[in-house]
């Protein structure tokens, strides 16, 4: 989920006073949700956002002290911020990588699990009275010990043991393919605990929750989706280059890295024998070393410090994903700025679009090129999936919207919890 391009972000405006009593809400994120660099990021600090204005919201997250000094927004709107130094796992990635091997145990428990911030979460739940604790992620949510006073909830941004699934089946090396294959067991085993032992989950898609109730039938499921700021993806008047193929995202992440890689091999060829002058951009943070090797033939770009022009002045914004799981936020953002977007089924799963309305599907590289062209050729084409897309997300998925929908099953829990009692057993939610 996965925009990686730093944005700029409009004055965060303090909270307004609560039109019903407020909520106590402990939100534990294994990352720090600002700057909304990608998708991970954006999805929280949006949620945290827009539930800071009504409810009192406490974060606690992992962040070295840089990142802790550019939490400065989210202290604004945040009744507390607390932060824990990241455990060694990610700056040491192979030694720790061949230790949840050893013990059988999954890689990222390394990066975002520390019993640092353990002690911190508890020293916070003992002091505290909260109504809710949301947890971020699955993969390592059952790390975190919750009394039966809080109601504890996962949000689930990915179905990550589906993620890994898919990414071992299209691995081609050996190794890789093993390793992965392995996490993918431990990590299942180990998502689906920490769901069965929360008071709800939160997932990004109704696909996703149709996967995790198979396996965790008694646990209420609440699609909270994955949404974009209108008032800040915006169209532009910014002059359209209509040969430009624009794709954004954090590019060091193994799905887009898979993505661009496909797209640069199988896909951009077939659109050059139809259309030779179109060029393509990879706009987005640490692009890894085989990436920065198409530098000869494609735009690699890093990071920039905004991302919404590249999107108004692309004429198609290319989604050629194989690998995924909940939603894709790079998809609302294009076609929150008025941009015609292609995409792969697996690019825009979970998303309520229309193919052939507000967005163009192709499944191989024959047909995504075709699509691509098509938009090439065809400025009506594009201006009206523009315009559609636009107002699909006017429509579904602003973040206020979605943050409503969040408070009110919030009150539903809370309501639900009075009534029934956690040792009496698993509540349903509606």
Not at 90 to 114: D, P, T
Not at 150 to 173: G, I, K, P, S
Not at 254 to 282: K, M, Q, S, W, Y
Request: charged residues 25%.
């Amino acid at each position: 989920m996965n925009v990686a391009a730093c944005r700029q972000i409009g004055p965060i405006q303090a909270s307004s006073p609560p039109r019903e009593p407020g909520m106590e809400i402990l939100v534990c994120a294994p990352y720090p949700p600002y700057p909304p660099r990608f998708g991970g990021a954006t999805r929280m600090f949006h949620l945290i956002r827009v539930l800071a204005r009504d409810h009192r919201v406490t974060l606690l997250c992992l962040a070295s002290a840089e990142e802790a000094a550019a939490l400065g927004p989210l202290r604004e709107i945040c009744a507390a911020v607390h932060t824990v130094e990241p455990p060694p796992g990610a700056r040491w990635k192979r030694l720790y990588q061949l230790r949840s091997i050893l013990e059988r145990r999954v890689y990222a428990s390394h990066v975002y699990y520390s019993v640092e911030i353990a002690s911190r979460l508890a020293a916070l739940l003992a002091r505290h009275k909260f109504d809710i604790a949301q947890i971020e992620f699955g993969d390592i949510a059952g790390h975190y010990a919750v009394p039966d006073t809080v109601l504890r909830v996962v949000d689930e941004h990915n179905v990550e043991y589906l993620l890994l699934e898919r990414t071992w089946r299209q691995e081609a090396n050996p190794l890789r393919r093993l390793y992965n294959r392995l996490q993918a067991e431990w990590l299942r085993r180990a998502e689906l605990t920490s769901c069965r032992n929360a008071d709800a989950i939160l997932t990004t898609s109704a696909i996703d929750r149709d996967v995790l109730a198979q396996d965790v039938p008694s646990v209420p499921i609440r699609v909270v989706p994955n949404g974009v700021d209108t008032a800040f993806f915006t169209p532009g008047s910014d002059p359209v280059d209509p040969n430009r193929l624009v794709f954004t995202g954090a590019i060091d992440y193994r799905p887009n890295t898979d993505g661009v890689l496909h797209f640069c091999a199988e896909i951009l060829p077939r659109i050059h024998a139809a259309e030779p002058e179109a060029t393509f951009a990879i706009v987005g943070r640490n692009p890894p070393r085989q990436v920065r090797r198409l530098a000869d033939r494609v735009l690699v770009t890093g990071t920039v410090p905004d991302v919404r022009p590249w999107m108004r002045q692309a004429a198609v914004f290319v989604v050629p994903l194989r690998v995924g799981s909940g939603t894709r936020l790079k998809i609302l953002e294009a076609m929150a700025t008025g941009c015609a977007v292609v995409s792969t089924s697996v690019g825009c799963e979970g998303l309520e679009v229309t193919p052939g309305g507000d967005i163009l599907i192709g499944d191989t590289p024959e047909a995504f090129a075709e699509q691509v062209v098509r938009c090439l050729r065809d400025p009506g084409l594009r201006a009206r999936l523009g315009a559609q897309g636009r107002a699909l997300v006017e429509r579904r998925y602003r973040w206020e919207a979605i943050g409503e929908e969040l408070t009110a099953f919030y009150r539903e829990l809370c309501k639900a919890r009075v009534a029934v009692p956690r040792h009496a057993g698993p509540t349903t939610i509606a």
